[in-house]
């Protein structure tokens, strides 16, 4: 871990800042820098480039600060912006293409995208041969270039799910092992606890059969069912200590809250979401009400998440209707992004902890998109 610390690098360590720079230097090079005879690259005052050929450049340049959110369209401004160039003959966008194209490899999730902006890099670089009649070797190595940058910057994008995948794989393999480990934990509380309630009542038997004719027997009889008592005590509390799951603290701890929701939403915002609480709660709910609607609503920010992506806005409603209590979770993510309306885990385990409490819970997506959860909870319910 220290070691993959003392390589992060600027674009990693501060990646708007670094972004900002980035474009100003492009900006800076492609206005002041043009090419020399016999290959050479010679400087030139930015008061001898013309108006719209500075506008242009500053567009293109300004566009690479998006290049991590908005890769693809980056890319389309850098080569329409060049294209638009080609009748000058002169000047061009200098390096902007190259790392868009090294962008849309690194960014993008798709790999469409960058590989039609290389074709359509190839071609203006082509035209541009053309009118400037430069060598067709030229024109060939500078294709290649481009495939390689957008290729390298593809590469790393694999490389890096990849390594995703396989912690991912690691941490459930840890998870698989431990609930077969808890498992097996279980059955053993079921045998040490049957065994040492079997033993409790034989000995109660006894004491019972012998009490009128033996009181001492009696006696000591019952101190064996206390002495097996206290074991199964002793044996219940460590083995469920054992099982009992780990709480987003990491401890052993009381389970959450609606006191630890705005923790929650912090997590989630950190995440990319943009969420908007409304609680106009007016009474303190019962523990376990204040549980369920804690996990109603971290599953549904994680489907928010996971289905509607970061900068998707979400709003989270708490409120009282008579004697029950509302929860409403509404995401705004686009059509395109809604997911079906099936019952998966997520949504079966919240509707599980509405009917444990005497509830109901209702989820679909949207008419206009987004999605949309809500759990009614009457105060008066059913205990799990």
């Given at each position: 871990?220290?070691?993959?610390?003392?390589?992060?690098?600027?674009?990693?360590?501060?990646?708007?800042?670094?972004?900002?720079?980035?474009?100003?230097?492009?900006?800076?090079?492609?206005?002041?820098?043009?090419?020399?005879?016999?290959?050479?690259?010679?400087?030139?005052?930015?008061?001898?480039?013309?108006?719209?050929?500075?506008?242009?450049?500053?567009?293109?340049?300004?566009?690479?600060?998006?290049?991590?959110?908005?890769?693809?369209?980056?890319?389309a401004?850098?080569?329409?912006?060049?294209?638009?160039?080609?009748?000058?003959?002169?000047?061009?966008?200098?390096?902007?293409?190259?790392?868009?194209?090294?962008?849309?490899g690194?960014?993008?999730?798709?790999s469409?995208?960058?590989?039609?902006?290389?074709?359509?890099?190839?071609?203006?670089?082509?035209?541009?041969?053309?009118?400037?009649?430069?060598?067709?070797?030229?024109?060939?190595?500078?294709?290649?270039?481009?495939?390689?940058v957008?290729?390298?910057?593809?590469?790393?994008?694999?490389?890096?799910?990849?390594?995703?995948?396989?912690?991912?794989?690691?941490v459930?393999?840890?998870?698989?092992i431990?609930?077969?480990?808890?498992?097996?934990?279980?059955?053993?509380?079921?045998?040490?606890?049957?065994?040492?309630?079997?033993?409790?009542?034989?000995?109660?038997?006894?004491?019972?059969?012998?009490?009128?004719?033996?009181?001492?027997?009696?006696?000591?009889?019952?101190?064996?069912?206390?002495?097996?008592?206290?074991?199964?005590?002793?044996?219940?509390?460590?083995l469920?200590?054992?099982?009992?799951?780990?709480?987003d603290?990491?401890?052993l701890?009381?389970?959450?809250?609606?006191?630890?929701?705005?923790?929650?939403?912090?997590?989630?915002?950190?995440?990319?979401?943009?969420?908007?609480?409304?609680?106009t709660?007016?009474?303190?709910?019962?523990?376990?009400?204040?549980?369920?609607?804690?996990?109603?609503?971290?599953e549904?920010?994680?489907?928010?998440?996971?289905?509607?992506?970061?900068?998707?806005?979400?709003?989270?409603?708490?409120?009282?209707?008579?004697?029950?209590?509302?929860?409403?979770?509404?995401?705004?993510?686009?059509?395109?992004?809604?997911?079906?309306?099936?019952a998966?885990?997520?949504?079966?385990?919240?509707?599980?902890?509405?009917?444990?409490?005497?509830?109901?819970?209702?989820?679909?997506?949207?008419?206009?998109?987004?999605f949309?959860?809500?759990?009614?909870?009457?105060?008066?319910?059913?205990?799990?």
């Open positions: 871990m220290n070691r993959t610390m003392r390589f992060r690098g600027p674009f990693a360590r501060w990646p708007r800042v670094s972004d900002a720079i980035l474009a100003a230097v492009l900006f800076l090079a492609t206005v002041t820098l043009a090419d020399g005879p016999a290959d050479t690259v010679v400087t030139r005052s930015i008061g001898d480039v013309p108006l719209a050929v500075l506008a242009l450049s500053a567009v293109a340049a300004a566009a690479t600060y998006l290049r991590r959110r908005e890769p693809v369209v980056v890319l401004v850098a080569v329409v912006g060049w294209a638009l160039l080609l009748p000058t003959r002169e000047y061009d966008l200098g390096l902007i293409p190259l790392v868009a194209l090294y962008n849309v690194r960014y993008a999730a798709d469409r995208p960058g590989q039609a902006g290389v074709g359509a890099a190839i071609v203006v670089l082509s035209v541009e041969g053309l009118i400037r009649s430069a060598p067709w070797g030229n024109s060939a190595f500078g294709a290649v270039v481009m495939f390689l957008w290729y390298v910057g593809r590469r790393l994008r694999l490389r890096e799910e990849r390594a995703v995948q396989r912690h991912q794989q690691r459930a393999e840890a998870h698989r431990i609930a077969e480990e808890r498992t097996h934990i279980a059955r053993e509380l079921h045998d040490v606890v049957a065994h040492q309630v079997s033993m409790m009542t034989v000995q109660a038997g006894a004491a019972q059969a012998v009490v009128d004719v033996d009181p001492e027997g009696a006696r000591q009889a019952m101190a064996a069912v206390e002495r097996a008592g206290r074991q199964a005590l002793d044996e219940l509390r460590h469920l200590g054992v099982l009992r799951p780990e709480t603290r990491g401890t701890g009381p389970q959450p809250g609606l006191a630890d929701l705005p923790r929650l939403i912090e997590q989630f915002g950190a995440a990319g979401l943009h969420i908007r609480v409304t609680d709660m007016r009474s303190p709910l019962p523990t376990r009400m204040q549980l369920s609607a804690y996990r109603i609503i971290q549904a920010l994680t489907n928010v998440l996971k289905h509607g992506g970061p900068g998707t806005r979400t709003d989270v409603d708490l409120r009282e209707d008579g004697t029950d209590v509302t929860i409403e979770i509404l995401d705004h993510a686009a059509p395109a992004s809604a997911r079906r309306h099936t998966g885990p997520g949504i079966i385990g919240m509707r599980e902890r509405a009917t444990l409490l005497g509830g109901v819970l209702e989820a679909g997506p949207r008419a206009d998109g987004g949309r959860v809500v759990a009614r909870l009457p105060r008066a319910g059913v205990s799990a």
